[in-house]
């Protein structure tokens, strides 16, 4: 009954490697800076882009060495999914992860790459690097992570 289904709407763990990647929407917004409350340990929303975002296309631009750039760049796993508190509320993999369905402007739903742009979703014209942000304070923004 499961195999019927298309694999975005079964569990993550059935997921080959190439349905994993494609489950990724393409917002960028994973490698966005966060600020954490270290009393709360809450997470609040910025708008400072790592330096190695594209921030037209929202892709990185050397996933390859990403971590000779960026040592502390996390994978996302089927193991580590459900501890990174810090993921959006619309990644793709935490929805999965809570059973949740994808937004319609996700790219296995639109056909098109585009809506998650289109949609205002994604982190294209509103961020700035972190090469020139400056401190972190004045980079809080009003909507969720
Ligand atoms: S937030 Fe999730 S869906 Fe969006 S780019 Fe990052 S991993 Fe992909
Ligand atoms: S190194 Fe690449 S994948 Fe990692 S946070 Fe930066 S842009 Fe995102």
């Not at 990185?60 to 990403?66: H, I, L, N, V």
């Not at 585009?114 to 961020?127: K, L, M, Q």
Request: a negative charge; hydrophobic letters at 30%; proline letters at 4%.
């Amino acid at each position: 009954m499961n195999s019927k289904k298309p694999f975005w709407e079964k569990p993550l763990s059935e997921l080959d490697q190439g349905e994993w990647e494609a489950l990724c929407d393409g917002c960028g917004r994973c490698c966005l800076h966060k600020a954490e409350d270290a009393d709360t340990g809450a997470y609040y929303a910025t708008d400072i882009a790592c330096r190695l975002l594209d921030r037209e296309s929202a892709r990185c631009t050397d996933y390859a060495r990403r971590r000779a750039h960026v040592p502390d760049c996390v994978t996302l796993t089927k193991a580590s999914v459900d501890s990174l508190g810090w993921l959006p509320e619309t990644c793709a993999y935490r929805l999965r992860a809570e059973g949740k369905p994808l937004f319609s402007w996700h790219h296995l739903l639109s056909g098109s790459r585009e809506s998650v742009h289109e949609a205002g979703i994604s982190i294209r014209g509103w961020t700035v690097s972190e090469d020139e942000a400056g401190e972190i304070e004045h980079h809080l923004i009003d909507r969720p992570l």
